[in-house]
């Protein structure tokens, strides 16, 4: 039976002792896996490490192809994703069509900014993108193509349209228009209203006029008053109507409603489709990241060390996606965070609206409240959530979050990189400033299962979830694909997704830093594990390792190294331990510490007798010989060292234990594989 470990259950260690329960879900999904695997890739040739290459992406079911903005070279490209083991990984683009000349073409005195978003129509061979001008305070453009790259229209929307969306019945196109005061903050400055136009394709994609949906009706002193008691994040004495700054849009599944993105306000606003109404704005609340399960990394100390702090993060979601469960709407937002950073350093319009303390030596960033609304006294607040959250859309209640997943699961699997950041590889880099830096969210159905896929803009990669039940969301698999030998190599910073459903399902993901768009495999592939190691020929470990390789408990640091003499953490023991678990058809309950630290001997063998006697296992001591360094092994440890020694499970050398030696892979391999049956 196939069972989705919960990252919330396994990663989320919250405090010495806790108890660690691996849930199986239902039989169902018991004859499907799921892991991301590389299926292809197409590599633009453009690399930026301020981002802005292949942004934003978007799938087109009429010729099964991927279609892609790049801010860089101001293109719309087009990439067919049929494809062969011959091309896979050295895909082309079959158009590409330079959308600052078009737009040129028809209206020569638009000044070209950037192009910030692209979406296909749902059931038309038609693509649709956003362009926003170069003066900030200019509306931007919604611009129709066919699939071919064939210019239909251009429809001017609001002021700096960022993402822009259909509506799944195809009537309507959206767009965000963040309206940002890219100036800074003088009267005598514009600060443009933030807007969300609907422009009406019901009867076609030629001579069309967007209707730009404003905030004004929250700017009477009551309703702002009412605004700041939700917790939405004004800027003292502004007009929502001038402060809300749209980010991103979504539409529920029957069209009725759109969900908008209001990061920089920490909100989300709702509106009517079917009247063109903003009807509510509420707040998204802050997380606590005191509270069990929501531990992080705040320090910049080249260290790993994820421990609860006493401040608030404030969600403020970038991507943001709908789907229903249970006849119930939901929004899943990735809570990435951002700042105002507005105008020309040093002069009086310059806005900046964090602060940098000094906490233990380290600098951290923290939300400056002084000139805000929104807040609570006395607290501190800190940019984003490091997670991605389920919000109901009735209620706006966050449902549920993904706690510290995200820097736990990076911590384990590339310690030496943990919360990197996306233009250098620097350990530790962004622990003091949003960590892994959720960036954006898609929902994709597989059969009646439902996922959520989140990419994490810094260190990178791809987190999959089962989100079928918000009430009981399983961690499904995380793989990230840089290479981390260069600052930028291999595929860095995932800014925009698209989900593709079918018998073949797969994840589109554009990375803005590498220039690279890659297709991911969402299905496990059944094949033979092949071992290829070149460092555990003449290794005492060799077969062991071998064994939990073939099985799938343990991967190799690269396909040619498995680097059996590099230590072991407690985290890793619990993920491997739970795979045994699956392996021998049992459920794993283990008590467990708060630790990301190699593990000593001692420490390894209380792990391993506690997983033991969770499962049943009983054992006789009366037999067992003596460690000469018996004196060395603490009192709680040894009673769960003799007892492994009673089994052959793990013993000493030369009649030694060497309880606090710190334990090696190729040492654990050997005790995992004589668990497996």
Do not use: C
């Not at 691996?22 to 499907?32: D, G, W």
């Not at 362009?131 to 200019?138: F, I, L, S």
């Not at 995380?478 to 995932?494: K, L, M």
């Not at 023991?573 to 001997?601: Q, Y």
């Amino acid at each position: 039976m196939t069972k989705y470990l919960s990252s919330k259950t396994l990663f989320a260690l919250s405090a010495a002792g806790a108890v660690l329960v691996a849930p199986s879900i239902q039989a169902e999904a018991a004859e499907v896996k799921y892991k991301l695997s590389v299926d292809a890739r197409y590599d633009s040739g453009v690399q930026n490490p301020d981002g802005g290459t292949t942004e934003i992406i978007a799938y087109n079911k009429h010729n099964h192809s991927v279609y892609l903005v790049n801010g860089e070279t101001k293109l719309v490209e087009a990439v067919s994703l049929t494809y062969n083991e011959t091309n896979a990984m050295k895909l082309k683009p079959f158009m590409s069509v330079n959308i600052a000349d078009l737009i040129k073409e028809q209206d020569p005195d638009f000044v070209y900014g950037d192009l910030s978003s692209i979406a296909v129509h749902p059931n038309e061979n038609v693509i649709v993108a956003a362009v926003q001008a170069d003066d900030y305070t200019k509306e931007g453009y919604a611009v129709f193509l066919t699939g071919e790259g064939k210019l239909i229209s251009l429809v001017k929307t609001g002021v700096q349209p960022d993402n822009i969306t259909f509506t799944p019945d195809g009537t309507k196109v959206l767009t965000a228009n963040e309206g940002e005061p890219r100036g800074g903050y003088s009267k005598d400055i514009i600060d443009p209203q933030g807007t969300v136009s609907v422009i009406d394709v019901s009867k076609g994609f030629e001579n069309l006029k967007a209707n730009n949906i404003t905030f004004e009706a929250f700017d009477s002193a009551e309703k702002r008053a009412d605004l700041v008691k939700k917790q939405v994040i004004l800027k003292k004495g502004s007009n929502p109507s001038v402060d809300l700054e749209p980010e991103y849009v979504v539409v529920s599944e029957d069209s009725k409603f759109a969900y908008v993105a209001l990061q920089e306000n920490n909100a989300i606003a709702k509106i009517d489709l079917t009247t063109n109404e903003a009807i509510s704005v509420d707040g998204l609340g802050f997380k606590d990241f005191s509270a069990p399960g929501n531990e992080l990394d705040l320090r910049k100390n080249k260290e790993v060390k994820l421990q609860n702090e006493d401040v608030f993060g404030i969600y403020m979601p970038d991507g943001i996606a709908t789907y229903s469960a249970n006849g119930k709407n939901y929004i899943v937002i990735a809570n990435e965070g951002d700042a105002r950073e507005w105008g020309e350093e040093d002069t009086e319009a310059f806005h900046l609206n964090e602060k940098e303390v000094e906490v233990d030596g380290n600098e951290i960033v923290f939300f400056d409240t002084t000139d805000y609304e929104g807040f609570e006294e006395g607290k501190d607040y800190i940019f984003g959530g490091r997670s991605f959250a389920i919000v109901d859309a009735d209620t706006m209640e966050v449902v549920y979050d993904s706690g510290s997943d995200f820097e736990r699961i990076t911590a384990e699997l590339f310690p030496k990189y943990f919360n990197t950041t996306n233009d250098a590889v620097k350990l530790d880099n962004r622990s003091g400033k949003k960590g892994p830096e959720p960036e954006d969210v898609k929902v994709g159905k597989i059969g009646d299962q439902v996922f959520a896929f989140v990419g994490l803009e810094r260190i990178g990669g791809i987190a999959m979830y089962n989100i079928t039940d918000p009430s009981k969301v399983d961690f499904v698999d995380y793989i990230n694909t840089r290479d981390f030998s260069e600052d930028i190599a291999g595929d860095v910073s995932p800014e925009g997704l698209a989900f593709v459903g079918g018998e073949k399902p797969m994840l589109l993901v554009g990375h803005e830093v590498s220039g690279t768009v890659t297709v991911f495999d969402l299905l496990e592939k059944y094949e033979d594990v092949k071992v290829s190691y070149n460092d555990i020929e003449k290794h005492f470990a060799k077969d062991s390792i071998i064994k939990v390789t073939k099985a799938k408990l343990f991967s190799g640091m690269s396909k040619a190294q498995f680097a059996p003499n590099e230590y072991f953490t407690e985290m890793q023991a619990l993920i491997v331990l739970d795979k045994v678990s699956e392996a021998n058809g049992k459920e794993l309950t283990i008590k467990v510490n708060n630790s990301a630290n190699p593990l000593t001997r001692e420490e390894f063998a209380q792990t391993i007798y506690n997983y033991l006697v969770s499962t049943g296992e009983t054992f006789n001591v009366d037999s067992v010989q003596q460690y000469n360094d018996d004196t060395k092994i603490s009192d709680e440890a040894k009673q769960a060292i003799y007892a492994l020694q009673s089994k052959g499970i793990m013993v000493g050398f030369d009649n030694k234990f060497d309880p606090n030696s710190l334990i090696t892979r190729g040492e654990t391999a050997v005790v995992f594989a004589s668990l497996l049956k």
